[in-house]
């Protein structure tokens, strides 16, 4: 049995804007005070995990401990099927130290193309870690497929959304109705497993 979150305060374990801005709207209707550990000047913890998961874990702990509040992480990547999962967990790290996606973007396209890949397709993954300043953790995973466009389009969303098309719709993430992106999105998807397990009754 999941633990509930029943506290009236939450730290987003982030420094990345657009994913503070895209928790935040999904966490609206649950009255919660969100703040984020960009916000707090808490310290980003080296993310030595093997997985997504276990990245998630590391920073949502890491800002639980720092802040005595309860802390919700994420750890998101891309996946690329013809890159053996690369950049995966790494696809923060693609962008350099000034988190530069556009150069993440194009090392992407470039290893395609060094590659000679017809084969396009991708997913979006993302872990969501919930922690307890006692150390408790609840974590939860999705995944959202898709296939790559070259060049990037849009300028909505944050990362490597601009190249990245989902099954099923023809606009990239960077062109889509930020609304529509957080109804289906890899995110989404985790954040709806959260709710029902850990937000249930709330809101």
């Not at 953790?137 to 990037?152: K, Y």
């Not at 930020?178 to 029902?196: C, G, I, M, N």
Request: aromatic share 8%; charged share 25%; proline share 7%.
């Amino acid at each position: 049995m999941a633990r509930s979150f029943i506290e009236p305060s939450l730290i987003l374990a982030t420094h990345n804007k657009g994913k503070v801005k895209e928790i935040a709207a999904l966490l609206s209707p649950f009255g919660v005070d969100v703040r984020s550990a960009g916000e707090l000047g808490l310290p980003e913890p080296e993310e030595t995990g093997a997985t997504y998961i276990e990245n998630a874990v590391i920073k949502a702990l890491a800002s639980a401990t720092a802040s005595g509040l309860p802390a919700l992480a994420d750890d998101s990547g891309v996946a690329v099927a013809a890159l053996d999962g690369a950049p995966g967990i790494y696809s923060a790290r693609w962008a350099g130290p000034a988190k530069d996606f556009s150069l993440a973007m194009r090392r992407v396209e470039e290893e395609l193309a060094a590659k000679g890949a017809s084969d396009r397709s991708a997913e979006f993954v993302c872990a969501l870690a919930l922690a307890w300043p006692d150390g408790h953790v609840e974590s939860f995973e999705a995944r959202w497929p898709g296939d790559l466009v070259w060049p990037p389009r849009g300028d909505n969303g944050f990362g490597y959304d601009p190249m990245f098309v989902p099954k099923g719709e023809s606009e990239t993430c960077g062109e889509m109705d930020p609304q529509r992106k957080h109804a289906l999105s890899h995110r989404a998807q985790a954040f709806a497993q959260l709710v029902e397990a850990c937000f249930a009754g709330r809101g």
